[in-house]
T-cell receptor
């Protein structure tokens, strides 16, 4: 069946450095790729998304890229700050069917 | 949390008791979902409903039941048949944005502890 692979499962970066999380998807009909941030004890929050007709999208310190041919998409966080520490989930969606990656725990080191 | 409320935030039950988790949304979304999250794990789909009075099993439906009598509400019952019910339960809803894009939003979650 369709799946989404997310790597790495854990990522530690020094404060101020950049972090990159990568996902691959199997369903070539997926047309929407959201990213969620989950803080401890809370529900995931949608932080950025990208549609299949766009290759890159940026919102302040976060950016997403999409390579439809390779079925890869990535989340880039620049100038990381302590509040970026959380679990990040990628997802691939087609209509109202959404499949999530298993998550990346991001640690920002002081 | 995007107009999705879950109550209570923390719930404690004795083993062998059924318990119902509440989920309400005011986003006018047609589809609603229940996920289970275990410590350090990803999201596993329990049940989903695309329309009132209809719902489908997800990947781990055994030991759970749902109802969808109103568009705004999608309660989840954790029955005594669920062998490991202690977990963090997340409700979500999906609404159609522009084009054929469906955006999913999550509630704040309910942490259920069964002893």
């Amino acid at each position: 069946g369709e799946n989404v692979e997310q790597h790495p499962s854990t990522l530690s970066v020094q404060e101020g450095d950049s972090a990159v999380i990568k996902c691959t998807y199997s369903d070539s009909a997926s047309n929407y790729f959201p990213w969620y941030k989950q803080e401890l004890g809370k529900g995931p929050q949608l932080i950025i998304d990208i549609r299949s007709n766009v290759g890159e999208k940026k919102d302040q310190r976060i950016a997403v890229t999409l390579n439809k041919t390779a079925k890869h998409f990535s989340l880039h966080i620049t100038e990381t700050q302590p509040e970026d520490s959380a679990v990040y989930f990628c997802a691939a969606s087609r209509a109202d069917k959404i499949i999530f990656g298993k998550g990346t725990r991001l640690h920002i080191l002081p | 949390d995007g107009g999705i409320t879950q109550s209570p935030k923390y719930l404690f039950r004795k083993e062998g008791q059924n318990v119902t988790l509440s989920c309400e949304q005011n986003l006018n979304h047609d589809a609603m979902y229940w996920y289970r999250q275990d410590p350090g794990q990803g999201l596993r789909l329990i049940y989903y409903s695309q329309i009132v009075n209809d719902f489908q099993k997800g990947d781990i439906a055994e030991g759970y039941s749902v109802s969808r009598e109103k568009k705004e509400s999608f309660p989840l019952t954790v029955t005594s048949a669920q062998k490991n019910p202690t977990a963090f339960y997340l409700c979500a809803s999906t609404g159609r944005g522009t084009g054929m894009i469906y955006e999913q939003y999550f509630g704040p979650g309910t942490r259920l502890t069964v002893t």
